[in-house]
């Protein structure tokens, strides 16, 4: 039988994009469950600090940009699952909910 040479490793994937986050999104509390999640994110409560302030939107499909998400019922029907620590050492990006819609987006730093 040939040698066959292994396939390279994939580069690791980097850290968590943010900016790329929009739509149907899920917060996940349940820590047995944060293996599922695609992030985990920490609710600051000020907003200078945050890195995203996100939109509450109330329809789907207004949620189109970085920012603006529609908190879905369950993570099956989310676009985005995301655990929610208390920990803001553990998370891999913070949020600070906004009630003025063109306050939504990315911080850039």
């Known amino acids: 039988m040939p040698f066959v040479a292994a396939a390279p490793v994939s580069p690791a994937l980097g850290s968590i994009e943010p900016c790329r986050i929009y739509g149907s999104v899920f917060l996940e509390t349940n820590p ?3 293996g599922f999640c695609f992030a985990t994110v920490y609710l600051e409560p000020e907003e200078a600090f945050a890195d995203v302030m996100v939109y509450r939107e109330d329809n789907k499909l207004f ?3 970085a920012g603006f998400w529609y908190l879905a019922t369950g993570p099956n029907f989310a676009d985005y699952v995301l655990f929610v620590t208390e ?6 990006f913070s949020i600070h909910y906004t009630t003025v819609r063109s306050y939504a987006g990315c911080r850039t730093r």
């Open 32 to 34: 047995s469950r944060r």
């Open 87 to 92: 920990n803001r050492a553990l998370a891999d």
């Open 63 to 65: 949620a189109d940009k």
